[in-house]
């Protein structure tokens, strides 16, 4: 038996995956896809869960950093944001021209 997976078949698969998450942009979709490698690499590959988590790690703290505070989801918040962080923009300064 088999212990690990061809090289050229995780080849294509991830060829596939590249396409499918530049198509299908939801995070839904990515975090399934993701978990479904996980799972791949703990019982088909026998990689300690342990060992896929630290070598996973840096990359989701690189995707982390491109994610918006929760104070500047949809379009009222990016306005707080901005209010916040430039008091001129708050209404008791406000100075019609």
């Known amino acids: 038996m088999m212990k690990s ?12 995956w590249i396409v499918a998450s530049i ?7 990515q975090l399934a896809t993701i978990l479904l490698a996980v ?3 703990v019982v088909a590959e026998r ?7 630290v070598l996973m790690a840096p990359f989701a703290l690189f995707g ?17 944001c901005a209010w916040r962080a430039n008091p001129s923009l708050q209404r ?5 021209a």
């Open 64 to 80: 982390l950093a491109f994610s918006p505070p929760a104070c500047c989801s949809g379009r009222k918040a990016i306005s707080r």
């Open 92 to 96: 008791r300064n406000f100075r019609p």
């Open 39 to 41: 799972l791949v690499l």
């Open 23 to 29: 198509l299908i942009f939801d995070m839904r979709f």
């Open 47 to 53: 990689i300690s869960p342990l060992k896929v988590l």
């Open 5 to 16: 997976l061809h090289p050229l078949g995780k080849l294509a698969v991830c060829m596939i």
